[in-house]
Nanobody, 128 residues
Framework: QVQLAESGGELVQAGGSLRLSCAAS????????MGWFRQAPGKERECVAA????????YYTNSVKGRFTISRDNAKNTVYLQMNSLKPEDTAVYYC?????????????????????WGQGTQVTVSS
């Protein structure tokens, strides 16, 4: 299991941008596929974006395509989520997650069941 810590969540106006970071502990970060999830009040937790171990493959939920970009720097044990053109409906707690089984991750990268380690979350609030 890897320890994860998110940062970067803030209050931002609609149309603005934020960059979330997820720092992972240990020396096996490159063995994990990574994902960003979010949970808004009254809604189920959903996968926003995911990225393979090497960063060669990415996944985005339809509502953020063209606005959000997931990336990773394995040398720094860090995953990023660049969020542009933010909307009020993007308001949520954002969680970083790590998937150990890369084969299962490839089948359903947006499924929470593929991820075994989770950060504590960072609040993103977008005002209208």
């Amino acid at each position: 299991q890897v320890q994860l810590a998110e940062s970067g969540g803030e209050l931002v106006q609609a149309g603005g941008s934020l960059r979330l970071s997820c720092a992972a502990s240990g020396r096996t970060f490159s063995n994990y596929a990574m994902g960003w999830f979010r949970q808004a009040p009254g809604k189920e937790r959903e996968c926003v974006a995911a990225i393979s171990r090497s960063g060669s493959s990415t996944y985005y939920t339809n509502s953020v395509k063209g606005r959000f970009t997931i990336s990773r720097d394995n040398a720094k044990n860090t995953v990023y989520l660049q969020m542009n053109s933010l909307k009020p409906e993007d308001t949520a707690v954002y969680y970083c997650a790590a998937a150990q089984n890369w084969a299962a991750w490839n089948v359903q990268p947006g499924s929470a069941s593929r991820y075994g380690s989770w950060g504590q979350g960072t609040q993103v609030t977008v005002s209208s």
